[in-house]
């Protein structure tokens, strides 16, 4: 199916635990952007790129690392999972820059 | 920091009437101004944006209105209904095709 799809759709994990989370596009977007949502913080960048193996951080990139060995796939792992990093994960994809497409999210409980 | 401004952060609204959100916006170099609506569990959706060499688009009950000058922008729903309950987002485009986002206000309407 064309789109952006994230996996898993939820997610529960333990303090300190690595967890990767999934994001898949079918357009071959050249950029994708990883956000987190948490009550009243809006939309905040996690880490963006711009093509395949061409990554850079955004607004609150600690914590976290990225990839895009693959211009379709972009994963986020948090590498030592803490409380903090409790949140609604989005990732997002353009081709040209105007209207970003995101996926459904990822909502991610660090226990 | 480039940064943009939403208000209100809570807009409730007699079903049939009108809603206005309001953004103002600080790189004066910015170009393209997307709205997306987000419903619950869900992630944000475009609905519409407007590019600066426009001062206002419509989209059925949907408008955008552009002013350059003064730096701002502003959502205008017109007979709303109660699927417009969601909460809505503006951006602006900065550098490297990335989207400065607004707060988010929270439309309530109310039967």
């Known amino acids: 199916d064309a789109g952006i799809t994230q996996s898993p759709r939820y997610k529960i994990t333990e303090t300190g635990r690595q967890v990767t989370l999934m994001c898949h596009q079918t357009w071959s977007h050249s950029y994708m952007f990883w956000y987190r949502q948490d009550l009243g913080h809006g939309l905040r960048l996690i880490y963006y790129?711009?093509?395949?193996?061409?990554?850079d951080k955004g607004e609150v990139p600690d914590g976290y690392v990225v990839s895009r060995s693959k211009t379709e796939n972009f994963p986020l792992t948090l590498e030592s999972a803490t409380r903090s990093q409790t949140s609604v994960y989005f990732c997002a994809s353009t081709g040209q820059g105007y209207g970003y497409t995101f996926g459904s999210g990822t909502r991610l409980t660090v226990v | 920091g480039e940064n943009v401004e939403q208000h209100p952060s809570t807009l409730s609204v007699q079903e049939g009437d009108s809603a206005v959100i309001k953004c103002t916006y600080s790189?004066?170099?910015?170009?393209?101004f997307p709205w997306y609506k987000q419903e619950l569990g869900k992630g944000p959706q475009l609905i519409i944006d407007?590019?600066?060499n426009v001062g206002e688009k419509k989209d059925q009950r949907i408008a955008v209105t552009l002013n350059k000058t003064a730096k701002h922008f502003s959502l205008h729903i017109t007979e709303t209904q109660p699927e417009d309950s969601a909460v809505y987002f503006c951006?602006?485009?900065?550098?490297?095709?990335?989207?400065?986002w607004g707060a988010g206000t929270k439309l309530i309407i109310k039967p």
């Open positions: 951006a602006a485009l900065f550098s490297n095709y990335q989207l400065i």
């Open positions: 407007i590019r600066s």
């Open positions: 790189d004066s170099a910015s170009n393209y």
């Open positions: 790129s711009a093509a395949a193996d061409i990554t």
